[in-house]
């Protein structure tokens, strides 16, 4: 009995099931393409690397997850209150015709479990064929060939959506039991007719919160556009604390700021019924400023990651091919208290043939006594600012004019030649630093390093002496053969072209060179060894950004049908409070287009509301971001901004419309 009653009520009250049945399936689409993409056909064929990073977004996702669903579990239980609250009436004529509060418990439990059934079903369905595009999508990020691609569907992505979800929805049951359980009949009857207290401020109070959240939002943004990310961590947090609590002040003072300020509009406040639709608006916002406050964060959130990430990944993966010039270099740390001093040494204690991998160059690399900060601070741009200003323990380094050379012509390239009286300035940063590098080499002709003088022989070259991480080597001089002898060794390095059987040779360097940055090598060997392969260096930097960009998308899309579902549910919630005011002003005149012309302005104001802020946060958080994304290596965020303003289109203004849509209905 319960069961047939519990379906029909479902299919009789579809249509206001319907918000909370599309939320619940993006969810558990969403949750479950996510948790699905390492398992897909398309990440199977990787290397040492590759498999390490998909491992590590393995367990990012996990810990994500349990975020995400902690949030969609609030979500659910808000939209859950929703159904109650629009069905108070329905539950106290069950009351009346004498069913306990115990069997109309049953009911809902019933019904939530049969909408959740359904719901879960639509949502894996539908994650299993978005997880196939968003594996390839991965795929293309990581690099990885998926030529040998096949449709896969994951049992552990399954597995763990269904117990999620099913957690979910038994607190749900548990809600709607003890929600049910304190609910008294007259309440249930006379839901309707009351009406929510209404705390109205002063005007003078809300001008002056307003004013107030302005500041302090200035301040936040000037700060942050100053200093950037990279100042300093506790800078950041603060000026991300200001920002949180400048918007909450922000929809705190905007209902009795704004309307006090539209009423001096006489052409506006009076005109169709706009005094009404406003009035609803004021009262609404008054009681929801800090959901409107916590929405309007998680959309910036999610137009910010949007916007920068896939510009973000670019910028991380610009530039690689000139940094990774060989296909490994080893190197050796040399410190004065290890008995090896050279990297042939290391390689012999660790029984290592690398000239049989091919062809070979070693040499050292010096340190000198000149710092890189007073060089290159006079010459500094928005560009190389955020790291000239932390090179205060960063050196120049030295190489003999011979090993450049050799290492020169070991990649193809023809060496500059200079006098004995000169040095040839290398960078592998030159991207970031280009400018100021021209400045410098314009400005100064000479260069004192390890109290000897040397003329500076043109600009500083573009070059990398060895294949390392990205930008690592700031500025090295090529200096005479004699004058290197008496620096004091920094590093000793075997570069590598490999001559076949490049999987191999790179998944054994990288489990070598992984052990030693672990402490393995130092910890049984007494020594370090630094350096990577081409194949290490471009999977990292690849790797690293599309985490980081997946983890973004996840969240911020979670974020984004989080607010707009949120939104939708709070104005389908006063449609049903205010249902009666509707039918008076139908009593009064008021035509249905009208009518539904007041209700389409009051949902489309509503909905902007947070939008607009978060866009306006957004404005000065993606010129911060793109100043940190020039820095390494500049990137364009027109094409992800559009994608971003289409992704937003397309959800919030889908439930905008499903909005419009229920409310029109329910006042009906």
Same mark, same amino acid.
């Given at each position: 009995?319960?069961?047939?009653?519990?379906?029909?009520?479902?299919?009789?009250?579809?249509?206001?099931?319907?918000?909370?049945?599309?939320?619940? !399936?993006?969810?558990?689409?969403?949750?479950?393409?996510?948790?699905? /993409?390492?398992?897909?056909?398309?990440?199977?064929?990787?290397?040492?690397?590759?498999?390490?990073?998909?491992?590590?977004?393995?367990?990012?996702?996990?810990?994500?997850?349990?975020?995400?669903?902690?949030?969609?579990?609030?979500?659910?239980?808000?939209?859950?209150?929703?159904?109650?609250?629009?069905?108070?009436? #329905?539950?106290? +004529?069950?009351?009346?015709?004498?069913?306990?509060?115990?069997?109309?418990?049953?009911?809902?439990?019933?019904?939530?479990?049969?909408?959740?059934?359904?719901?879960?079903?639509?949502?894996?369905?539908?994650? /299993?064929?978005?997880?196939?595009?968003?594996?390839?999508?991965?795929?293309?990020?990581?690099?990885?060939?998926?030529?040998?691609?096949?449709?896969?569907?994951?049992?552990?992505?399954? %597995?763990?959506?269904?117990?999620?979800?099913?957690?979910?929805?038994?607190?749900?049951?548990?809600?709607?039991?003890?929600?049910?359980?304190?609910?008294?009949?007259?309440?249930?009857?006379?839901?309707?007719?009351?009406?929510?207290?209404?705390? /109205? =401020?002063?005007?003078?109070?809300?001008?002056? %919160?307003?004013?107030?959240? *302005?500041?302090? *939002?200035?301040?936040?943004?000037?700060?942050?556009?100053?200093?950037?990310?990279?100042?300093?961590?506790? +800078?950041?947090?603060?000026?991300?604390?200001?920002?949180?609590?400048?918007?909450?002040?922000?929809?705190?003072?905007?209902?009795?700021?704004?309307? &006090?300020?539209?009423?001096?509009?006489?052409?506006?406040?009076?005109?169709?019924?706009?005094?009404?639709?406003?009035?609803?608006? &004021?009262?609404?916002?008054?009681?929801?400023?800090?959901?409107?406050?916590?929405?309007?964060?998680?959309?910036?959130?999610?137009?910010?990651?949007?916007?920068?990430?896939?510009?973000?990944?670019?910028?991380?993966?610009?530039?690689?091919?000139?940094? !990774?010039?060989?296909?490994?270099?080893?190197?050796?740390?040399?410190?004065?208290?290890?008995?090896?001093?050279?990297?042939?040494?290391?390689?012999?204690?660790?029984?290592?043939?690398?000239?049989?991998?091919? @062809?070979?160059?070693?040499?050292?690399?010096?340190?000198?006594?000149?710092?890189?900060?007073?060089?290159?601070?006079?010459?500094?741009?928005?560009?190389? #600012?955020?790291?000239?200003?932390?090179?205060?323990?960063?050196?120049?380094?030295?190489?003999?004019?011979?090993?450049?050379?050799?290492?020169?012509?070991?990649?193809?390239?023809?060496?500059?030649?200079?006098?004995?009286?000169?040095?040839?300035?290398?960078?592998?940063?030159?991207?970031?630093?280009?400018?100021?590098?021209? =400045?410098?080499?314009?400005?100064?002709?000479?260069?004192?390093?390890?109290?000897?003088?040397?003329?500076?022989?043109?600009?500083?070259?573009?070059?990398?002496?060895?294949?390392?991480?990205?930008?690592?080597?700031?500025?090295?001089?090529?200096?005479?053969?004699?004058?290197?002898?008496?620096?004091?060794? +920094?590093?000793?390095?075997?570069?590598?072209?490999?001559?076949?059987?490049?999987?191999?040779?790179?998944?054994?360097?990288?489990?070598?060179?992984?052990?030693?940055?672990?402490?393995?090598?130092?910890?049984?060997?007494?020594?370090? *060894?630094?350096?990577?392969?081409?194949?290490?260096?471009?999977?990292?930097?690849?790797?690293?950004?599309?985490?980081?960009?997946?983890?973004?998308?996840?969240?911020?899309?979670?974020?984004?049908?989080?607010?707009?579902?949120?939104?939708?549910?709070?104005?389908?919630?006063?449609?049903?409070?205010?249902?009666?005011?509707?039918?008076?002003?139908?009593?009064?005149?008021?035509?249905?287009?009208?009518?539904?012309?007041?209700?389409? =302005?009051?949902?489309?104001?509503?909905?902007?509301?947070?939008?607009?802020?978060?866009? +306006?946060?957004?404005?000065?958080?993606?010129?911060?971001?793109?100043? @940190?994304?020039?820095?390494?290596?500049?990137?364009?965020?027109?094409?992800?901004?559009?994608?971003?303003?289409?992704?937003?289109?397309?959800?919030?203004?889908?439930?905008?419309?499903?909005?419009?849509?229920?409310?029109?209905?329910?006042?009906?």
């Amino acid at each position: 009995m319960f069961f047939k009653l519990s379906l029909r009520n479902v299919k009789r009250s579809f249509k206001d099931y319907f918000i909370y049945f599309l939320t619940l !399936t993006f969810a558990v689409c969403i949750f479950y393409s996510f948790n699905s /993409v390492a398992d897909q056909e398309a990440m199977q064929d990787l290397s040492a690397s590759q498999s390490d990073m998909i491992k590590t977004l393995k367990q990012l996702l996990s810990f994500v997850s349990i975020f995400v669903s902690v949030i969609l579990g609030f979500l659910i239980i808000f939209a859950n209150n929703f159904l109650i609250k629009r069905r108070k009436k #329905e539950l106290g +004529l069950y009351m009346t015709l004498g069913m306990g509060k115990y069997k109309i418990s049953r009911l809902l439990v019933t019904e939530t479990l049969v909408v959740g059934i359904l719901s879960l079903a639509a949502g894996l369905a539908a994650g /299993v064929f978005i997880s196939q595009g968003l594996s390839l999508l991965t795929a293309s990020m990581f690099d990885v060939d998926f030529t040998g691609y096949a449709f896969v569907f994951s049992n552990d992505a399954m %597995l763990k959506t269904v117990l999620y979800f099913g957690i979910i929805y038994l607190l749900v049951m548990v809600f709607n039991s003890i929600v049910i359980s304190r609910y008294k009949l007259i309440d249930l009857l006379t839901a309707a007719r009351k009406n929510e207290q209404l705390k /109205v =401020r002063k005007t003078a109070v809300s001008v002056m %919160l307003f004013i107030l959240s *302005l500041l302090i *939002l200035g301040i936040a943004y000037g700060v942050m556009l100053k200093y950037g990310l990279m100042e300093s961590t506790a +800078l950041v947090w603060t000026c991300v604390g200001l920002g949180s609590f400048g918007t909450l002040l922000f929809f705190m003072s905007l209902s009795g700021f704004a309307l &006090n300020i539209i009423q001096q509009s006489k052409n506006i406040y009076f005109k169709d019924i706009n005094i009404f639709v406003l009035r609803q608006i &004021n009262s609404k916002v008054n009681t929801t400023f800090l959901s409107m406050t916590i929405i309007c964060l998680m959309l910036f959130f999610t137009i910010g990651v949007l916007s920068s990430g896939f510009s973000l990944k670019d910028a991380m993966n610009r530039d690689l091919e000139a940094a !990774t010039p060989f296909d490994a270099s080893v190197g050796l740390f040399i410190e004065e208290n290890s008995s090896i001093k050279d990297i042939r040494q290391a390689e012999q204690k660790l029984g290592l043939d690398l000239d049989s991998y091919g @062809e070979t160059h070693r040499f050292t690399r010096y340190q000198t006594d000149q710092s890189l900060k007073p060089l290159l601070l006079p010459y500094k741009d928005k560009s190389s #600012e955020p790291l000239v200003d932390h090179f205060d323990q960063t050196y120049v380094t030295a190489i003999a004019r011979s090993d450049y050379e050799a290492i020169a012509a070991m990649q193809g390239k023809k060496p500059v030649k200079t006098k004995d009286n000169e040095v040839l300035l290398l960078s592998s940063a030159g991207s970031t630093f280009k400018d100021t590098f021209k =400045r410098f080499t314009r400005e100064t002709k000479t260069i004192k390093l390890n109290g000897q003088t040397y003329s500076i022989a043109g600009n500083v070259i573009d070059f990398a002496s060895s294949t390392d991480f990205k930008g690592l080597e700031f500025l090295t001089a090529v200096v005479p053969d004699q004058a290197a002898v008496s620096m004091k060794p +920094l590093h000793s390095i075997t570069n590598i072209q490999y001559d076949g059987g490049e999987r191999a040779k790179n998944d054994y360097l990288y489990k070598l060179l992984s052990a030693s940055m672990r402490g393995q090598l130092q910890k049984e060997q007494g020594f370090t *060894l630094s350096g990577a392969t081409k194949t290490m260096v471009h999977e990292t930097y690849t790797g690293a950004s599309a985490i980081t960009v997946f983890i973004g998308i996840y969240l911020g899309i979670i974020f984004l049908i989080s607010s707009a579902a949120v939104l939708a549910l709070q104005q389908l919630s006063e449609a049903s409070d205010n249902a009666e005011r509707y039918t008076v002003l139908k009593k009064i005149g008021v035509t249905k287009k009208g009518i539904n012309k007041a209700i389409f =302005r009051q949902i489309f104001i509503y909905f902007m509301m947070p939008l607009s802020l978060a866009i +306006l946060h957004s404005i000065f958080g993606v010129q911060v971001v793109n100043k @940190e994304i020039m820095v390494a290596g500049g990137g364009n965020v027109l094409l992800s901004s559009l994608l971003t303003g289409l992704i937003i289109i397309t959800v919030y203004g889908g439930y905008f419309l499903a909005t419009y849509s229920g409310y029109k209905r329910i006042v009906k």
